[in-house]
């Protein structure tokens, strides 16, 4: 399960380390993609196939499943992590993400989200934008 966060610098060349408890989790070889809210998803290969084939499955005669497709798909890219931990985050998901040094990671069950830290700071529960419990209470129909 990938749960957590973790904190780290890019340097230089683009490169991040992968925490090593979502590691041995993902594996060494897996996805990225654009996420909501600016973030970038690392998928890994089974639960990258779960996910993929939720837009394979939409009808090419839809003009917002063919949006979503080439936006998801197009700005995706395998990856494998190098003998230290890291991986190389490409340009266009650097830019996405608005990443320049300091990155969070953070465990999402199935998958893995990368935010720059100062995006991810907004998302925190002690913004006094976020309220817990009203978050809750509009997603009670979900089962919470």
């Not at 970038?40 to 917002?64: C, H, M, T, V």
């Not at 985050?89 to 040094?101: D, S, T, V």
């Not at 907004?122 to 997603?139: A, C, F, H, R, V």
């Amino acid at each position: 399960m990938l749960i957590g966060t973790y904190e780290h610098n890019m340097d230089a060349k683009k490169r991040v380390i992968m925490p090593a408890k979502f590691r041995e989790s993902i594996g060494d070889k897996f996805y990225l993609t654009v996420g909501f809210d600016g973030c970038i998803r690392a998928y890994g290969e089974e639960e990258w196939q779960k996910y993929k084939s939720r837009f394979d499955n939409l009808p090419e005669s839809n003009q917002n499943a063919r949006k979503i497709r080439r936006v998801i798909l197009a700005n995706s890219t395998d990856c494998e992590v190098d003998k230290q931990g890291r991986v190389i985050i490409p340009p266009n998901l650097c830019k996405h993400a608005k990443l320049e040094k300091e990155v969070v990671i953070i465990g999402q069950s199935s998958y893995i989200e990368i935010w720059a830290k100062e995006i991810w700071s907004k998302y925190q529960p002690e913004d006094d934008d976020i309220n817990l419990e009203e978050l809750i209470g509009s997603l009670s129909e979900y089962g919470l």
